[in-house]
C-alpha cells in the first residue's frame, strides 16, 4: 500500500509507529510532507532552506519512536518544530530575508489578474505585527481552529482571538484589503 | 458579510471551521477569497526531489533500526543477569568455602559464645534468621521462653528481636575483621 492511500488515522499510524512500523512513518511523511515544506517557506523565503527545514524535522520527529505520545494534531507538535529549525537554519546560511521583504518575494510570481491584488493584500500583511500575522496564517492558510492555535503556540484562546480580531480589523479598514469583507 | 458578524459567528464561537477543508466545511460568510489569497501567498507549491524524500526515509529507517537493538538487548537482559548472578556464586561459593582456616574457626568461636542465647532457632549460629524467628514468635503469641528475653526487660517483644538483629549485625562485622 502507498503511504498516500492508507487509510488509518495518524492516532492509529502513530500507535503503528510505536511499534516499530516504518511504513506508518513514512504515511505520516507523506501526508504533512509538503505541509512542513510550506511553513518552512515560510519562515525562510528560500526553497533550499525550507528543504533543509523538512529534512530536519522529519530526523527529530523519527528520534521521537517509540515512545511519542500524541495528544493534539500533529501539525500542533511540527509547527513550532518547524519554526525553531527555521530560525536556526536562516540564521546558520545567513540568508536574512526580513518578513516584509519575504512577504513581497511570496507575492512576485503570482499570475497577473490576481498579482494586483496579492501584492496589496501581502503589502498590506507586511506592517501587520509577526504575532497577528502568525495567527492570522495558521488561521486561514493552514486551516487551524483557534484552540489548536492556543495549543500550537502555546498562548491563551483569548489571546488568539485578540491577535486574529486586530489582524482582520486591519485589513478590513485598509483601502487595499477591505474587498474581501464585501464593502 | 461585515467583520463583526464574522467575528462573532465564525471566530469567537470557534466552529473548528477549517479554510483548508480539513476539519469541516467552510461557512458561506467567511472572507473566503482573503482565504485563498493568503493560501496563494503562502502556500506556493514546492516541490520536493525525491532524493530529499529518499534521505528523509533512509534516516528514518535506521533511526528505527537502532530502537529495536535496544529491545533485542533488553528481551534477553533477563537471561544474561541469570547468566551473570550464577557465575558470582559460582565464584563466590568455592571462595568462601575455602577461606584460610584461622579466619573460619574464629566465626565460629564469636559465634559458639553467643549462640546459646541468641540462637532462637537451634542451628548453631546468629543471624538474621533468629531474629526472624523470634518476631514470628512473638506475631502468633505462642508459648515465649525466659531466655529470649535478651534486654532483661522481663517481657520477650519487639525489643528482643532489635537486639538479636543488632548482634547479628555485629557478628557478621566482625567475622571481616
Known amino acids: ?183 | 458579510m461585515n467583520l463583526s458578524a464574522f467575528l462573532h459567528t465564525s471566530l469567537y464561537e470557534d466552529h473548528g471551521m477549517s479554510i483548508m477543508g480539513k476539519q469541516g466545511k467552510a461557512e458561506p460568510e467567511e472572507p473566503k477569497q482573503l482565504a485563498e489569497d493568503l493560501a496563494a501567498l503562502y502556500a506556493p507549491d514546492l516541490p520536493v526531489p525525491p532524493d530529499v524524500d529518499r534521505a528523509i526515509i533512509a534516516t528514518a529507517r535506521e533511526r528505527f533500526a537502532r530502537r529495536r537493538r535496544p529491545r533485542l538487548v533488553l528481551r534477553w537482559a533477563p537471561v544474561g543477569a541469570l547468566a551473570a548472578a550464577a557465575a558470582i556464586v559460582l565464584f563466590l561459593v568455592p571462595t568462601l568455602l575455602l577461606k584460610p582456616r584461622h579466619q573460619a574457626s574464629r566465626e565460629r568461636a564469636v559465634t559458639a559464645k553467643i549462640a546459646a542465647k541468641e540462637d532462637i532457632d537451634q542451628d548453631g549460629r546468629v543471624d538474621i534468621l533468629d531474629a526472624f524467628a523470634l518476631a514470628r514468635h512473638i506475631e502468633s503469641s505462642r508459648e515465649f521462653f525466659g531466655e529470649w528475653d535478651m534486654n532483661g526487660d522481663g517481657s520477650v517483644d519487639d525489643t528482643d528481636v532489635e537486639v538479636i538483629a543488632r548482634a547479628a549485625v555485629s557478628l557478621e562485622r566482625s567475622s571481616v575483621q
Request: glycine share 4%; aromatic share 10%.
Open chain 1, 1 to 183: 500500500m502507498k503511504p498516500v492511500d492508507d487509510p488509518r488515522s495518524d492516532e492509529a499510524l502513530v500507535h503503528s509507529a510505536n511499534e516499530g512500523d516504518l511504513s506508518a512513518f513514512e504515511t505520516i511523511y507523506d501526508r504533512y510532507r509538503d505541509w512542513v515544506v510550506r511553513l518552512a517557506y515560510r519562515f525562510t523565503g528560500n526553497h533550499e532552506d525550507a528543504l533543509d527545514v523538512l529534512q530536519e524535522t522529519f530526523t527529530y520527529f523519527a528520534k521521537k519512536f517509540p515512545g511519542f505520545r500524541l495528544s493534539a494534531r500533529i501539525t500542533t507538535f511540527l509547527y513550532p518544530v518547524v519554526r525553531n529549525l527555521s530560525i536556526a537554519i536562516r540564521r546558520k546560511n545567513r540568508r536574512y530575508v526580513s518578513d516584509e521583504e519575504m512577504i513581497r518575494r511570496m507575492a512576485a510570481p503570482q499570475p497577473a489578474d490576481d498579482a494586483v491584488a496579492r501584492a496589496e493584500l501581502a503589502a498590506v500583511l507586511s506592517v501587520l505585527p509577526a504575532k497577528q500575522r502568525e495567527v492570522l496564517l495558521l488561521r486561514f492558510v493552514d486551516g487551524m481552529t483557534l484552540k489548536e492555535i492556543a495549543e500550537t503556540l502555546s498562548i491563551r484562546l483569548g489571546t488568539v482571538k485578540s491577535r486574529l480580531h486586530i489582524a482582520l480589523e486591519v485589513l478590513r479598514k485598509d483601502e487595499r484589503t477591505k474587498r474581501y469583507f464585501g464593502r
